[in-house]
C-alpha cells in the first residue's frame, strides 16, 4: 500500500470517529469512569502476558521493572482520574461583571486525540495520557512503536477485546505510519519521543492545526553542590541510571560536580553497583538494550568519547564485559573528563553511560545549564535551601528533583511535562484532564440586557462620562 492509501485509510477511520464522538453526544461521568476503569482492568488482567513481550522486545526486561514503571503507574492514574473526574468536570463559576448576568467556565471534551507511544516504556506512555483522555470525555486512538512489535500486537488484541474502536483504538505499522499518523485531523495529538522527531510531527499536525503535547526528554543534568553528600549522591543517580538500562527520558544525562570530588564518586559508584547487580550478563532484573541499532550506537558514543580525552570507567561485575553484542547488556559507564566536543554530551543518551564533568566554581552549574537548551527534568544534590532557590530560580526545566531522581514522575498532582526543547504541555491527574479539555467560555445573560446597553448608540453622555472618569 502506498503513501496516500495509508493516509486516506487512517483519515477514514479518524473521520469515524469523530462523527462517532458527535453522535453518541458527551459522555458522561458514568461513561468516562467505566472506560478509565476497562483501561485499568485491561492492564491488571493481562500483566503477565504484557510484561512477557516487553521481555521479549527487549531481549531481556527486568519483570519488576515492567511491573512498576509500565503496569502499575497507569493503573495508577487511570484510577486516580476516575476518582476525581467528576470533581474536576464541574463548571468553574465567573464572576459577572453586571448584576443578572452569568459566566461560567464549561468543561467540554475536545473529540478524537491521537497518542503517539515510544518503545522505552510502551504501556506508560500510551496509558499514561489516556488517563487524561478519557477523563476529559474523548476517544482515542494509539499509535504504538514498532521498536516493540509483540508489545504493539498485545496491545491492539486486547484493546479490541475491551473496547469499541469507536471509543479507543490502535493502528500498527512501521515509521511510514507514523509519519502519516501525525498529519491526521485530530482534536489534538500527543507524542512522546525525540526532540528531532518531535520537530517533525509539530510540522506535520500544523497542516491541520492540530494541537500537540511534546514529550520529548533532552539531557537532563544532576548537580552536585560542594556541600552534597556523595555517597547519597551517587546511590539515587544510579539507582535510576541503570533503571531500564538508563533507556528513560527522565534518566539522568550528565553530572556536574566538583572536580576535586570525582574520585569518591567513582569509588562510591563502584561499591554501590557491585552490590546492586553482582552479575548483570546472567541477571533477569539487568535489562538488555533494545536494539543492536541502540546498542551499537551507545558503544560508539563510548568510543567518541574515549578518543576525545575521556577517561571510562566500565562499572561492569568482575570477570564480565562492559558489553556484550550477543545479549545486548551493556554495563554502567562513567565517562571522566567529559566536554561538548563529545557526542556523549551532544545527544540524548538513553542507556547507562553517565558523563562527568567537574567544575571548580560552583557559579559554573548555573551558566552551563542555561548554555543549553532546556531539559525534562534537573536534579540538584546539596542541602542549603538558599542554594535551593537559587537554582530553582536561575533554572528552567519541565520538573526539578533536590536530592532525588524521577521522584516526581509518580506524584499525580504534579504536571509531567517539558518546556521548550524537552517539549510543550503537561498531563498526569488534573494537568491532563485540563490539557485534553477545552474549557468553554459561557454567559448568561439577564431577560432585560441592560448590561449590553452601554453598547448602544447614541454616545454622546457616554463619551463625556467616559472622559469624566479618566480625568
Given at each position: 500500500m502506498n503513501a496516500a492509501n495509508i493516509s486516506e485509510d487512517l483519515r477514514?477511520?479518524?473521520?469515524?470517529?469523530?462523527?462517532?464522538h458527535l453522535s453518541n453526544g458527551?459522555?458522561?461521568?458514568?461513561?468516562?469512569?467505566?472506560?478509565?476503569?476497562?483501561?485499568?482492568?485491561?492492564l491488571v488482567?493481562?500483566?503477565?502476558?504484557?510484561?512477557?513481550?516487553?521481555?521479549?522486545?527487549?531481549?531481556?526486561?527486568?519483570?519488576?521493572?515492567?511491573?512498576?514503571?509500565?503496569?502499575?503507574?497507569?493503573v495508577h492514574s487511570l484510577r486516580h482520574a476516575a476518582e476525581h473526574l467528576e470533581q474536576w468536570m464541574q463548571p468553574e463559576i465567573v464572576q459577572a461583571p453586571a448584576p443578572g448576568m452569568n459566566a461560567w467556565i464549561?468543561?467540554?471534551?475536545?473529540?478524537?486525540?491521537?497518542?503517539?507511544?515510544?518503545?522505552?516504556?510502551?504501556?506508560?506512555?500510551?496509558?499514561?495520557p489516556l488517563a487524561g483522555v478519557f477523563a476529559a470525555g474523548n476517544t482515542a486512538l494509539l499509535k504504538p512503536s514498532e521498536l516493540t512489535p509483540r508489545t504493539s500486537d498485545l496491545l491492539a488484541e486486547l484493546v479490541g477485546r475491551y473496547f469499541d474502536p469507536m471509543e479507543f483504538g490502535?493502528?500498527?505499522g512501521d515509521a511510514s505510519i507514523g509519519v502519516a499518523f501525525s498529519g491526521l485531523p485530530f482534536d489534538h495529538l500527543v507524542f512522546t519521543g525525540?526532540?528531532?522527531?518531535?520537530?517533525?510531527?509539530?510540522?506535520?499536525?500544523?497542516?491541520?492545526?492540530?494541537?500537540?503535547?511534546?514529550?520529548?526528554?533532552?539531557?537532563?543534568?544532576?548537580?552536585?553542590?560542594?556541600?552534597a553528600d556523595i555517597r547519597v549522591a551517587v546511590e539515587r543517580v544510579l539507582t535510576v541510571k541503570t533503571f531500564n538500562a538508563g533507556?528513560?527520558?527522565?534518566?539522568?544525562?550528565?553530572?556536574?560536580?566538583?572536580?576535586?570530588?570525582?574520585?569518591?564518586?567513582?569509588?562510591?559508584a563502584q561499591q554501590f553497583v557491585a552490590k546492586i547487580f553482582p552479575t548483570m550478563l546472567a541477571n533477569p532484573d539487568y535489562t538488555s538494550i533494545v536494539s543492536d541499532k541502540h546498542f551499537h550506537r551507545l558503544v560508539q558514543l563510548i568510543e567518541d568519547a574515549r578518543n576525545k580525552g575521556a577517561h571510562v570507567v566500565s562499572l561492569a561485575p568482575a570477570g564480565e564485559p562492559a558489553f556484550d553484542a550477543a545479549t545486548r547488556k551493556m554495563a554502567p559507564h562513567l565517562l571522566l573528563n567529559a566536554d561538548d566536543s563529545m557526542l556523549v554530551m551532544q545527544e540524548e543518551i538513553f542507556g547507562p553511560l553517565l558523563p562527568i564533568k567537574g567544575y571548580a566554581n560552583r557559579a559554573e552549574i548555573v551558566d552551563y545549564i542555561n548554555a543549553h537548551p532546556?531539559?525534562?527534568?534537573?536534579?540538584?544534590f546539596g542541602d542549603d535551601a538558599t542554594r535551593q532557590q537559587d537554582f530553582a530560580a536561575q533554572t528552567t526545566s519541565g520538573a526539578l528533583v533536590f536530592n532525588d531522581i524521577m521522584s516526581h514522575a509518580v506524584i499525580e498532582g504534579l504536571p509531567f511535562g517539558g518546556v521548550g526543547a524537552s517539549g510543550m504541555g503537561a498531563y498526569h491527574g488534573v494537568h491532563g484532564f485540563r490539557r485534553f479539555t477545552h474549557a468553554k467560555a459561557v454567559v448568561q445573560q439577564e431577560a432585560s440586557g441592560a448590561s449590553g446597553l452601554r453598547l448602544r448608540a447614541p454616545y454622546a453622555e457616554k463619551t463625556a462620562a467616559i472622559k469624566a472618569s479618566l480625568g
Open positions: 477514514a477511520i479518524v473521520t469515524a470517529m469523530k462523527r462517532a458527551p459522555a458522561n461521568a458514568a461513561l468516562r469512569i467505566d472506560r478509565l476503569e476497562r483501561a485499568a482492568k485491561l488482567g493481562n500483566h503477565q502476558d504484557i510484561a512477557k513481550a516487553i521481555s521479549a522486545d527487549f531481549g531481556n526486561r527486568s519483570e519488576f521493572q515492567s511491573l512498576t514503571a509500565d503496569l502499575m503507574t497507569p464549561q468543561q467540554q471534551a475536545l473529540g478524537v486525540v491521537g497518542i503517539i507511544s515510544p518503545w522505552n516504556f510502551p504501556i506508560n506512555l500510551a496509558f499514561g490502535v493502528v500498527l525525540s526532540t528531532t522527531v518531535g520537530r517533525h510531527v509539530m510540522r506535520a499536525a500544523a497542516e491541520n492545526l492540530v494541537p500537540v503535547t511534546l514529550e520529548l526528554g533532552g539531557k537532563s543534568p544532576v548537580a552536585i553542590d560542594d556541600d533507556q528513560i527520558c527522565l534518566s539522568p544525562d550528565y553530572v556536574l560536580m566538583p572536580t576535586d570530588k570525582q574520585n569518591a564518586f567513582v569509588s562510591e532546556r531539559p525534562l527534568a534537573a536534579y540538584y
